[in-house]
Nanobody
Framework: QVHLVESGGGSVQAGGSLRLSCEAS????????MAWFRQAPGQEREFVAV???????YYTDSVKGRFTISRDNVKNTLYLQMNSLKPEDTAVYYC?????????????????WGQGTQVTVSS
């Protein structure tokens, strides 16, 4: 029903910035909650940020003040602007969509997932 494709990952030095994109098809992203998760090597996938159907946002504590989640409804694309990157931000980043009415940070409540894009931050 919803197909998601991430892009924009890469390698940067600590303190640098990256902008991730997630192009969606099959459903307007304005009608669902969309989120970014990340998974570091040997670690479980963790929540990063979410934007709800009405544009409300929420971030995990470790990225507050540094990351910004947004969407372009015309392009049907989700973004994650990442500033002041730290080595601990290194991970594969995934976008996800949820058709649940309530904004959620729970991985199990997301119905659709992208393939992931690698972000590597060196000191």
């Amino acid at each position: 029903q919803v197909h998601l494709v991430e892009s924009g990952g890469g390698s940067v030095q600590a303190g640098g910035s990256l902008r991730l994109s997630c192009e969606a098809s099959g459903r307007a992203i304005s009608t669902v909650a969309m989120a970014w998760f990340r998974q570091a090597p040997g670690q479980e996938r963790e929540f990063v940020a979410v934007i709800g159907q009405i544009g409300n946002t929420y971030y995990t504590d470790s990225v507050k003040g540094r990351f910004t989640i947004s969407r372009d409804n015309v392009k049907n694309t989700l973004y994650l602007q990442m500033n002041s990157l730290k080595p601990e931000d290194t991970a594969v980043y995934y976008c996800a969509a949820s058709t649940m009415a309530l904004l959620t940070t729970r991985e199990a409540e997301y119905d659709y997932w992208g393939q992931g894009t690698q972000v590597t931050v060196s000191s």
